[in-house]
């Protein structure tokens, strides 16, 4: 059944017919839609607008039919066009006349402007709720390892040695702030459509706002145009999904990257690794390469959307069909890379004296050794300078700077006293760096607390 059929003559052409239809994929709805309409239907009924015994006889049509869904006793039937049409014809083949005036004050593009506002608000309840499982972990793993030094890089070079909580709370400050997105985004998403109609509102005397709060929304769209034909709402969505997959992804980098042999700073547990079906002696990160890979697909949604709109003239236009699989595939996506990441990185082995035996080479305490001058009053470009020979001497002699002598620190420079071993020591360059936002321990172990706050409030709130 389709429910445009009045003014038609011919036949739709069956290719075209399935060509256009969206019940393969916007089905997933039938939840929200059903709501959707038991919501609209109360208020039709509250406002005289049809009867309160057919708004009674649709309230219990759509309940059934909401149960059997759930349940799977009944079947969607993938024959008709888009997920709305077929529960309007179950609800008129379970109830008939009472039925047919489910749709009045309505539209298709308001519906499903709804639908999809629905969606976006519970999935991204979920995200956040997986969101604040990675913090804990990540915190929780944080804390084990204020101690666990290893080397921090730049440009993938040894560059200055940090600990592996520093490294692992800055994962964590990326995973708040999109936590952080998550909340910001549902503020405008959190807006009730229904009563724009097809583009116009209606002349109907729907009680909008009856709708809203029965259906849980803040606010109500503003403008009858925008209302259906807007969907920045879902770019949003799938642009705050895409950052969770940046993050993910350079952290699945490092990982695959720490794992190899010539690192060698963790070992990712055989629940999370996969073999090779040639080489006996492999064991690959897979599940982060897969991650790293799958961030392409939420970027390419992303853009997908993006593209789809960024032509549209006001009002809806069934270009904006396109929207729902994007928007389903990255919410998909992203759910189970962040519940696949999570269980890897809970379990991960860290090879502490690895770590720590990398952090001490590469001359990861030449800044340090520059800094020693400069509290000694040597200006910072000297020290610099002279720091940059004892480098350079050291290599030659093939010695870490701490396994050189007091004499040959002082062939540099006279400046340079026994106190230098200690500052060279790597816990004390670490530990030295304690301002806020550094790696020293009490630094890290602050941030940690806040971030153990930051996790506890949210889950309060949720
Ligand atoms: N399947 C359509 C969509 O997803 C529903 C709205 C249809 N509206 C219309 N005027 N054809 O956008």
Redesign the pocket.
């Known amino acids: 059944m389709k429910l445009w059929g009045g003014r038609f003559s011919g036949q739709t052409d069956s290719f075209a017919n399935f060509f256009q239809?969206?019940i393969m994929f916007?089905q997933r709805l039938f939840k929200h839609d059903i709501s959707g309409s038991l919501a609209h239907a109360k208020m039709l009924g509250k406002q005289g607008i049809i009867s309160s015994a057919d708004a009674h006889l649709i309230t219990q049509g759509l309940t059934g039919i909401l149960a059997e869904l759930e349940a799977g006793s009944l079947k969607i039937d993938l024959s008709f066009?888009?997920i709305?049409s077929f529960v309007e014809a179950e609800l008129v083949k379970r109830i008939g006349e009472a039925g047919k005036r489910l749709h009045t004050g309505r539209?298709?593009?308001d519906?499903?402007a709804l639908d999809m506002r629905m969606y976006v608000k519970e999935e991204t309840k979920a995200l956040k709720k997986q969101l604040l499982l990675l913090l804990e972990t990540l915190s929780e793993t944080a804390k084990l390892h204020l101690k666990t030094v290893m080397p921090g890089f730049t440009h993938l070079q040894k560059a200055q040695p940090i600990t592996l909580a520093h490294h692992l709370m800055a994962y964590f400050q990326m995973f708040k702030r999109d936590y952080e997105r998550l909340c910001d985004l549902i503020l405008r998403t959190d807006e009730m459509p229904l009563g724009a109609g097809?583009l116009a509102g209606t002349s109907y005397p729907l009680d909008r706002d009856l709708v809203k709060d029965l259906l849980g929304f803040k606010e109500l769209t503003k403008n009858s145009l925008d209302s259906v034909s807007d969907r920045d709402f879902c770019m949003e969505f799938v642009f705050s999904l895409s950052l969770i997959m940046t993050h993910l992804s350079r952290f699945c980098e490092e990982i695959i990257i720490w794992a190899t042999d010539s690192f060698g700073f963790i070992e990712i547990s055989d629940a999370y690794s996969t073999g090779s079906s040639i080489m006996p002696q492999k064991k690959n990160p897979d599940i982060a390469e897969l991650i790293r890979g799958k961030t392409g697909r939420v970027y390419g949604n992303l853009i997908s959307l993006l593209t789809v709109m960024k032509a549209l003239p006001l009002a809806?236009n069934?270009d904006?069909?396109e929207?729902?699989e994007a928007v389903f595939d990255a919410a998909d996506t992203v759910k189970a890379c962040l519940f696949a990441f999570t269980g890897m990185i809970e379990n991960i082995t860290f090879n502490k004296e690895k770590m720590s035996e990398s952090a001490g080479g590469g001359y990861t305490d030449a800044t340090d050794a520059a800094d020693y001058l400069v509290k000694k009053g040597v200006p910072f470009r000297e020290a610099h300078e002279m720091t940059g020979k004892l480098v350079s001497y050291a290599v030659g002699k093939n010695k870490r700077l701490g396994e050189l002598t007091l004499n040959e620190f002082k062939d540099i420079t006279p400046v340079f006293d026994e106190d230098i071993f200690t500052a060279l020591m790597v816990e004390n360059l670490i530990n030295s760096r304690s301002l806020p936002g550094g790696p020293g321990e009490k630094a890290v172990l602050n941030a940690i607390n806040d971030g153990i706050l930051f996790i506890r409030k949210n889950q309060a709130d949720e």
């Open positions: 239809s969206s916007d066009e888009d709305h539209s298709r593009n519906q499903v097809a809806y069934k904006m069909q929207d729902k």
